[in-house]
C-alpha cells in the first residue's frame, strides 16, 4: 500500500476545519481511493500482498477486491470485499488491516500470525490520539454457515507495535477495543446491507498514540469456508456530544432525557435568572459545553441555550430550557417530584401517585406505558410479563408478579 502524499501547495490550501476532522477519522475510510486496479490495496489499507513474515512469500496472494457499488445510503463509488481462500488445503480468512500482515506459520491459529502496527514504516502504521465513543461501520457479509462470524475491530493503542490479536490481553498496551461482530447478512450471491454500531471499550492503561485497524471474514483463525465474503464500506467513528444529567440551581430535572433536547421550566422570577442556574454533566469527558441565557419576553420568559461540542469539535448537540412565569401544561417543576406507587409487588393495577407524565421502562430501557398523573392514578399493567420494571425518571422498581 502506498500513501499519497498531498502536493504542499494543496496542504497549504486546506482549511482548519478539513484538517481537524481528519484527526478523528481514518484516511479512505470509504475505500474510494486505491492505489491501482480492482485487486491493488486501498490507498492506507493493507492485505497479504505487502505482509511479511517467513511464509509471506506464500501468503501474498490476493484475498480482496474492489466492487462498485456502495452501502445504503452512500455516496461514494466503491466497496470493499475480502474473502476466504484454501491455500494447499489450509482456510486463510479474508484481512485488511491498517497496520501490517505477518505470515510466521502454516498453522492459522499460531499465534506466530497476526495484525501489527509497525511504527517504523509509515505505510504499515496510523497515528491516532483521539478518543472516540462509537465505531460504525457498513457491512454486508455472505458465508456458507449460519453460524460464521465475521469481525471489524479498532484499537487505540500506545507507543508501541500492537500486535492482534496477540496483545489484546495486555491493557499497558492499549487505550480502548471496539469490536464490531456480524453473523452473515445473505447466503446468496447478493448484498444484504446492515450498519454495525459499538462502543470503544476504554479498558486499557495506555496512551493513545496509534490505532490498528482490521477486518476479517471470521473471528476465529481458519474457520469458516473458502470464498466467504465480507463486504465492508463507510467507517466512521462517533464522538458523543450528548449530556448526561442536566439541572437547575443544584437540582436535576426530572424529565430528563439525553435525545430530548428541548424543555420548559416553570420559575417564579425570571428577573433574577443567571446562566450559572444551569449544570450539567457531559457524557463524554473531553466534550465541551457553553450556556447562554437569552430574554425573549421582559419578566415573563426567558431561554437557557446549552451548545454541547465533542472531542472532534464537528458534532454538536444543543439543548433549551424554556424558563416561564405561566402555568404551561407540562412544564417541569424545579424541584424534586414525589413518586409513590402501590401496591407494589403488583398483579394487574399498579397505582402512581403524582402530579405529571411518568414512563414505566423494562429492564432493557424500553417503555411499557407512559400515563400522566394526577394524585393516585390507576395502570392497568395486567398485560406485562412477570418481571421487574422501573419508573424512568425516579428509578422506583415495580415488581410485577401474576398472583
Not at 513474515?53 to 457499488?69: F, K
Not at 500506545?158 to 490479536?165: E, I, Q, S, T, V
Not at 439541572?247 to 425570571?270: A, P
Request: hydrophobic share 35%; charged share 20%; net charge negative.
Amino acid at each position: 500500500m502506498k500513501r499519497h502524499l498531498p502536493l504542499f501547495i494543496l496542504a497549504l490550501a486546506l482549511s482548519g476545519s478539513i484538517i481537524a476532522q481528519t484527526a478523528f477519522q481514518l484516511p479512505n475510510p470509504g475505500f474510494e481511493q486505491w492505489d491501482g486496479g480492482d485487486e491493488s490495496e486501498p490507498t492506507h489499507w493493507n492485505t497479504f500482498s505487502t505482509c511479511d513474515g517467513p511464509y509471506a512469500s506464500l501468503a501474498s496472494s490476493n484475498h480482496h477486491y474492489r466492487l462498485d457499488g456502495r452501502r445504503p445510503g452512500g455516496t461514494g463509488n466503491y466497496v470493499l470485499t475480502i474473502y476466504t481462500k484454501s491455500i494447499i488445503g489450509i482456510k486463510a480468512n479474508g484481512n485488511m488491516t491498517t497496520g501490517r500482515v505477518h505470515a510466521g506459520a502454516m498453522s492459522a491459529t499460531s499465534s506466530d500470525n497476526y495484525n501489527y502496527t509497525q511504527r517504523s514504516n509509515s505505510s504499515h502504521s496510523q497515528p491516532f490520539t483521539a478518543t472516540p465513543d462509537s465505531l460504525y461501520v457498513w457491512v454486508s457479509f455472505y458465508a456458507s454457515s449460519a453460524s460464521a462470524t465475521a469481525q471489524v475491530s479498532a484499537i487505540i493503542h500506545g507507543d508501541n507495535d500492537f500486535k492482534a490479536p496477540n496483545d489484546e490481553s495486555q491493557p499497558s498496551l492499549y487505550k480502548a477495543i471496539a469490536n464490531a461482530l456480524t453473523t452473515r447478512t445473505t447466503a446468496q450471491a447478493n448484498f444484504v446491507w446492515k450498519q454495525l454500531k459499538v462502543p470503544f471499550v476504554y479498558s486499557g492503561n495506555s496512551e493513545a498514540r496509534y490505532i490498528l485497524v482490521n477486518m476479517t471474514t471470521n473471528q476465529v483463525p481458519g474457520q469458516g469456508d473458502a470464498n466467504d465474503a465480507l463486504t465492508v464500506d463507510d467507517i466512521q467513528f462517533i464522538y458523543s456530544a450528548w449530556l448526561k444529567d442536566l439541572k437547575f440551581r443544584g437540582t436535576t430535572l426530572y424529565d430528563f432525557y439525553k435525545t430530548w433536547q428541548n424543555y420548559v421550566l416553570h420559575v417564579d422570577d425570571i428577573t433574577s435568572l443567571t446562566a450559572d442556574d444551569i449544570s450539567f454533566t457531559t457524557e463524554a469527558d473531553d466534550a465541551t459545553a457553553r450556556v447562554e441565557l437569552l430574554q425573549l419576553d421582559g419578566d415573563t420568559a426567558a431561554e437557557f441555550s446549552i451548545t454541547v461540542t465533542a472531542e472532534d469539535g464537528i458534532t454538536v448537540k444543543r439543548y433549551s430550557i424554556f424558563a416561564t412565569t405561566s402555568d404551561y401544561v407540562g412544564a417541569t417543576i424545579a424541584k424534586p417530584r414525589s413518586i409513590k406507587m402501590y401496591p407494589n409487588p403488583a398483579t394487574t393495577t399498579l397505582y402512581v401517585e403524582t402530579e405529571g407524565d411518568i414512563e414505566i421502562v423494562d429492564i432493557c430501557g424500553h417503555t411499557v406505558r407512559r400515563v400522566t398523573c394526577h394524585g393516585a392514578t390507576p395502570v392497568d399493567i395486567s398485560d406485562l410479563r412477570q418481571g421487574i420494571y422501573f419508573e424512568k425518571y425516579s428509578k422506583k422498581k415495580i415488581v410485577k408478579c401474576t398472583h
